[in-house]
């Protein structure tokens, strides 16, 4: 547990110097010791990973102002005071001032070890908080698709291979996972950055609606079409167009779009004229159209013609090791909406973001982060337990009923009337539950 973590030892007593520091050798700490505040202060700097436990009365520089010298360096690395002298009014302004903590002599070496210990874990936190959030503003700066896992550096590698060809792309990845931002990247990437990005979401518009959207139409196409209007797909022209949830896309449409895009031209409704495009399209689904199960209506043609390149995004429970980074990152950039400070990673925030399976992925993550910055997050302040003792049959039962839900909310993208149907429950109890279990509907909810 301590096993690497270094701790700085003070004392002008030899003797006891040698002995505390095996104490805290045999406890696994990385001792060094030191007879003056002078020589430790020396070593020291702000990228310090460990704990300095110090006596208080050595000549020269004393144990209050080796503190005090210490937090100028960084006010969050702590300091322990030891003393023989029990004076209680300078160990409660001691304490009052910052200091981690003070301990008189004698003392039980349990005593010391585990308020080292204590101390340690704080100052991972502090430290572990600190990297998160320089990276997170790292990320901002010109990361994107945030992660230090392999899978996303080959996803990144992937994106910049082919970025700058008209290849067209599928997208594949499950609600909230980052289609979108992966096809911006494929836009602004390229040289066609200059160019329009012009999404459209193929789930959100009736069939009578899309092909006005994507195709354009000339006054008079149909009722109440009273205006000329360029289409999606010609306002992309030279850009990029990218068509989200496309296995929603009406058959009807998907035979024009088909045709688009294998002859790179456009027919606006209500006109005979053929306009040419330069066209590149990025397509995303949530399902595997390779699959004639999950394909369904979607033309097996139109599949094959939009698969020259397919790229994958893995949904967040397989990318563990990236969650923290993401958390604060969103959570940075929330503190900055808001006008709030960014928190730091709490055992409980880093409990539950070791453990939730995040079937909303990156969008219910970046929701989590925004309620936690917000003070609005049951997870963020519930006391982790250290015990070894299994949870109660009402805790369990309470997760079991909560991972339902999340399951019946991700199976129909967060509709609420379908799940509450498929739950079998009342409206009303369904919001009860939600709020109960700090669930947020919107995060499972399949529509940008």
């Known amino acids: 547990m301590n096993k690497g973590v270094p701790a700085f030892l003070v004392d002008d007593d030899k003797d006891l110097l040698r002995a505390t520091g095996q104490t805290l050798e045999l406890a696994g700490f990385e001792v060094t010791l030191f007879t003056s505040a002078t020589n430790a202060l020396a070593k020291l700097d ?35 005071l030891m003393t023989g002298h029990g004076d209680i009014p300078m160990a409660v302004k001691a304490i009052q001032d910052g200091v981690y903590d003070f301990i008189a002599k004698p003392f039980a070496t349990e005593r010391l070890v585990q308020c080292v210990r204590r101390a340690a874990e704080k100052r991972r936190l502090v430290m572990e908080n600190r990297r998160l959030r320089d990276a997170a503003v790292q990320a901002e700066q010109g990361l994107p698709l ?49 160019g329009n990005f012009v999404a459209l979401n193929c789930g959100a518009l009736p069939e009578h609606i899309i092909e006005s ?6 006054p008079g196409a149909f009722t109440g079409a009273q205006k000329k209007r360029v289409g999606r797909i010609e306002h992309s022209s030279g850009g990029t167009l990218f068509l989200d949830e ?94 709030r400070d960014a928190p730091a990673i709490t055992p409980a925030v880093g409990k539950y973001l070791r453990e939730h399976d995040w079937p909303g992925n990156v969008r219910e993550l970046s929701h989590f982060a925004e309620r936690v910055v917000l003070g ?29 839900i999340r399951e019946t909310l991700t199976s129909f993208d967060g ?10 429950i009342p409206r009303k109890t369904f919001y009860d539950k939600l709020q109960r279990h700090g669930i947020v509907r919107s995060d499972y909810a399949g529509k940008r």
């Open 376 to 404: 609005m997050e049951p997870a963020a302040t519930t006391v982790t337990s250290t015990s070894d003792t299994p949870p109660s049959l009402p805790e369990r039962l309470e997760r079991y009923e909560a991972d339902i």
């Open 246 to 339: 496309i296995e929603s896309m009406p058959v009807s449409t998907q035979v024009q779009m088909l045709r688009v895009l294998e002859m790179r031209e456009v027919t606006p409704l209500g006109t005979n004229e053929v306009r040419p495009v330069d066209l590149r399209v990025v397509a995303a689904a949530k399902v595997d159209l390779g699959d004639p199960d999950q394909r369904k209506s979607f033309r097996e043609d139109l599949y094959y013609r939009l698969n020259v390149v397919t790229l994958a995004i893995p949904p967040l429970r397989e990318r563990r090791d990236d969650i923290p980074l993401l958390f604060a990152y969103f959570a940075e950039r929330a503190a900055r909406r808001f006008g």
């Open 46 to 80: 702000a990228g310090f990973e460990g704990v300095v436990v110090s006596d208080i009365r050595m000549p020269g520089l004393d144990g209050l102002q080796l503190f005090d010298r210490v937090r100028q360096l960084d006010s969050e690395l702590p300091v322990i």
């Open 146 to 194: 945030i992660g230090q896992t392999p899978v996303m550096g080959r996803l990144r590698h992937m994106l910049r291979q082919i970025a700058d060809t008209d290849v067209d792309v599928l997208v594949t990845g499950e609600t909230g996972s980052g289609k979108e931002v992966v096809a911006s990247l494929l836009h602004d990437w390229s040289r066609r950055s200059k």
């Open 213 to 218: 959207e994507l195709f354009g139409h000339e």
């Open 415 to 424: 509709d609420v009337q379908q799940s509450i149907a498929a739950l079998g």
